[in-house]
């Protein structure tokens, strides 16, 4: 393999790291709560409110999956560390900031659809 093949697979998964790191540190660091009950009003008021906290879920979206399909499919250790950071960031996602990941994902979905 050639020595700069060898290096595409390892960037691909910092960068998923440094984004699930983003991303984990944006939802701990906006500690603010959507309206419960959730309705499309008030979700999008909360949501004008904290936009840059949807950066680093659209940059997950957008860089870290394709980035994570595409090592995925490369021969490594990599994979490990791919598997387990997302592991622990939906696992830290679904148990600390569901009603937040949720509510900014149904706007997202209102607005693009």
Do not use: C, N
Request: proline fraction near 9%; aromatic fraction near 12%; glycine fraction near 2%.
């Amino acid at each position: 393999m050639p020595p700069v093949r060898r290096y595409i697979p390892v960037a691909l998964t910092r960068i998923v790291l440094i984004i699930h790191a983003v991303w984990l540190a944006a939802l701990w660091l906006d500690q603010s709560r959507p309206p419960q009950p959730l309705g499309s009003l008030g979700e999008s008021l909360w949501a004008l409110a904290h936009k840059p906290s949807f950066y680093p879920l659209a940059a997950a979206i957008v860089v870290a999956l394709p980035a994570t399909l595409v090592a995925a499919f490369m021969r490594g250790r990599h994979r490990w560390w791919l598997a387990v950071s997302w592991a622990v960031t939906l696992t830290l996602i679904a148990v600390y900031h569901t009603p937040k990941v949720t509510a900014m994902l149904r706007v997202l979905y209102r607005q693009y659809t």
